[in-house]
């Protein structure tokens, strides 16, 4: 079993940054791909960024490309995503999951685990 525990959202203003964090317990996170999920009220779930095992293959979505960074660091079973530039549009519940990474990276494959979410909100 894995727990994923996300930190670090908060309020901030347009413009600004915050970085997430996603830790894992209860099993080494680095046999899994590391994946950040977003969720706006009324919205559907939006897949944002992804991160291979080791670290070296990355996956954004194209409304996030030059502004977020996701990174891992495996000695400390966590995985991160440094957001830029924050936009209101950017306001959401932010979702950490898992998955062994076999399967070809989308939002409908089955993740093994997934966290609580926190909160962002970017004001104008």
């Known amino acids: 079993q894995v727990q994923l525990v996300e930190s670090g959202g908060g309020l901030v203003q347009a413009g600004g940054s915050l970085r997430l964090s996603c830790a894992a317990s209860?099993?080494?996170?680095?046999?899994?791909?590391g994946t950040w999920f977003r969720q706006a009220p009324g919205k559907e779930r939006e897949l944002v960024a992804a991160?291979?095992?080791?670290?070296?293959?990355?996956y954004y979505t194209d409304s996030v490309k030059g502004r977020y960074t996701i990174s891992r660091d495996n000695a400390k079973n966590t995985v991160y995503l440094q957001m830029n530039n924050l936009k209101p549009e950017d306001t959401a519940v932010y979702y950490c999951a898992a998955d062994s990474g076999l399967q070809v990276l989308g939002p409908n494959i089955p993740y093994d685990y997934w966290g609580q979410g926190t909160q962002v909100t970017v004001s104008e």
């Open positions: 991160i291979s095992r080791s670290g070296g293959g990355t």
């Open positions: 209860g099993r080494t996170f680095s046999t899994y791909r």
